[in-house]
C-alpha cells in the first residue's frame, strides 16, 4: 500500500513487431508506452515460480521489463499486498483508500499514487486499476519514478529504501521492507549486477520505445522469436497481437517462435478475411518449436499456454489441448481462437494457431 502506514500483511508474461531484412526479431516482454530501452528483469526461482500463479508471472515479468526493475522485487511486493491476487482484498477499496493486485492509493491515507502513475499495461486501450496488467503497471512505474526503485541490478539497501518508500515509511529501515527484501531474495533477487546474466539471441527491435537495435547476447525463454518472412513486406502484426503473444512466451520455457503472420493469404477457406491478413493472427510451426508435425509434444503446451492467456483455467487449458480442436474464448476484452490438432480450416497438426479479435467484432470462422 504505497503512501501510508498500515499494518503489514503476512500473506506469503512494446515493441514493434516489424520484421528487419533478413534476420529473425526477438521481441521481449516490454510493451508499447514503456519507460525506456529493452532490458532484462532478472530471474524468478524455481520456488516462486511454483508459488505464484503463472498468469501473475507473466504480468511482474513484462512489467519488469517495462520499467527496467528487479521481477524478483516486484513479485514480492505483490505477494506482500495481496498474495499475488489471491487475497480478498484485492477486489475492493480498503479503509486507507487503497486497491488492485499492488493495492494502489485512490485517496485517502494511500494518497493518489494509481492517478499519478496509471498506465495501459496489456495494450488495451484502456488503464484500469482493477486489471491486474495495469495496476502491476503504475505500481514498477511508481517504484521506478517517485519510490525510488534503482534500475536493473541495483543494490539491496537501495531496493528495500524503494520498498519502505513505497509503504510509506520514512525511517531508515523498516519491517515491511525487510519482509519485502528476504522474499525477493527467495524469489530470486540478485542485487549490485546486472540480475540475469542470460538476456536473448538476435536483434530487438524498439522504434516503439525509440531506443535504437542491438545485438543481444545468448538465448533464453521468455521472448517471442518472429521468423524473417513471417510478414508481408511493410505490413507488421498489431501491437495488440505481439503483446498477446508475448504474454504466452513468457510462460515458456524456452523462445516462442512465430513462423507465420501476415504472410497469409487474404482470404480464409470459407471466403472470410483472414486475422493473419490483418495482422491479427499468427502461427507457430512444429519445425521451428520442436514438436511433431503430427501434433502433441511440445505443441500441447504452447497451446495449453495461449488457452492460459486466453483466460481458461490451467486444468481446463491442459484438457482441451490435449484433446485438440478449434477454441473461442473471451478474456480482457479480446475474443481469442486458439485451433491446435484440428483439420478445421487447414492442417493444424503441424502448427499452433492464435488469433484475436476485439469483443463485439464479427467472429472470424475457423482459419489457418
Not at 530501452?37 to 513484462?62: F, H, K, M, R, V
Not at 534500475?151 to 515491511?176: I, K, L, V, W
Not at 518449436?289 to 509434444?297: E, I
Not at 503446451?301 to 495461449?306: K, L, P, S, V
Request: glycine share 16%; net charge neutral; proline share 5%.
Amino acid at each position: 500500500m504505497p503512501g501510508g502506514r498500515r499494518r503489514i500483511r503476512a500473506w506469503v508474461v512494446a515493441v514493434a513487431a516489424a520484421p528487419v531484412g533478413l534476420i529473425a526479431v526477438v521481441v521481449f516482454i516490454v510493451l508499447a508506452g514503456g519507460g525506456g530501452c529493452l532490458s532484462s528483469p532478472g530471474s524468478l526461482s524455481e520456488g516462486a515460480q511454483a508459488e505464484i500463479p503463472p498468469d501473475i508471472t507473466a504480468i511482474y515479468l513484462a512489467m519488469a521489463g517495462r520499467w527496467n526493475i528487479d521481477v524478483a522485487f516486484l513479485a514480492s511486493i505483490g505477494a506482500q499486498e495481496t498474495d499475488h491476487g489471491r487475497s480478498p482484498a484485492t477486489n475492493a477499496v480498503n479503509g486507507a483508500g487503497c486497491e488492485g493486485l499492488m493495492q494502489l492509493g485512490v485517496g485517502g491515507r494511500c494518497g493518489d499514487f494509481w492517478g499519478r502513475n496509471a498506465c495501459d499495461g496489456n495494450g488495451d486501450g484502456a488503464a484500469r486499476i482493477t486489471d491486474p496488467w495495469d495496476n502491476v503497471c503504475a505500481a514498477a512505474h511508481g517504484l521506478r519514478a517517485e519510490k525510488g526503485a534503482p534500475p536493473g541490478g541495483g543494490s539491496a539497501a537501495d531496493y528495500e529504501r524503494s520498498a519502505c518508500n513505497y509503504y510509506g515509511d520514512r525511517t531508515a529501515t523498516c519491517a515491511y521492507g525487510d519482509e519485502v527484501m528476504a522474499r525477493a531474495v527467495r524469489y530470486g533477487f540478485v542485487g549490485g549486477t546486472a540480475t540475469d546474466a542470460t538476456r536473448f539471441a538476435g536483434l530487438a527491435e524498439q522504434s516503439a520505445t525509440g531506443c535504437s537495435a542491438g545485438t543481444a547476447t545468448s538465448g533464453a525463454g521468455r521472448a517471442l522469436v518472429i521468423d524473417p518472412g513471417a510478414n508481408r513486406a511493410g505490413v507488421p502484426l498489431t501491437l495488440q497481437f505481439t503483446t498477446f503473444a508475448a504474454r504466452i512466451a513468457a510462460l515458456l520455457p524456452r523462445p516462442l517462435v512465430l513462423t507465420t503472420g501476415t504472410n497469409h493469404s487474404e482470404l480464409t477457406s470459407t471466403g472470410n478475411i483472414s486475422d493473419h491478413w490483418t495482422g491479427n493472427a499468427g502461427d507457430f510451426a512444429s519445425s521451428r518449436n520442436g514438436f511433431p508435425d503430427t501434433g502433441g509434444g511440445y505443441g500441447d503446451q504452447i497451446a495449453a499456454t495461449a488457452l492460459v492467456v486466453a483466460g481458461a483455467s490451467q486444468a481446463d487449458a491442459a484438457r482441451m489441448a490435449a484433446a485438440g480442436g478449434a477454441f473461442t474464448l473471451t478474456n480482457a476484452g479480446l475474443r481469442v481462437q486458439v485451433i491446435w490438432k484440428s483439420l478445421i480450416g487447414g492442417n493444424h497438426y503441424n502448427h499452433v494457431h492464435v488469433g484475436i479479435k476485439p469483443v463485439g467484432a464479427a467472429p472470424t470462422p475457423a482459419e489457418g
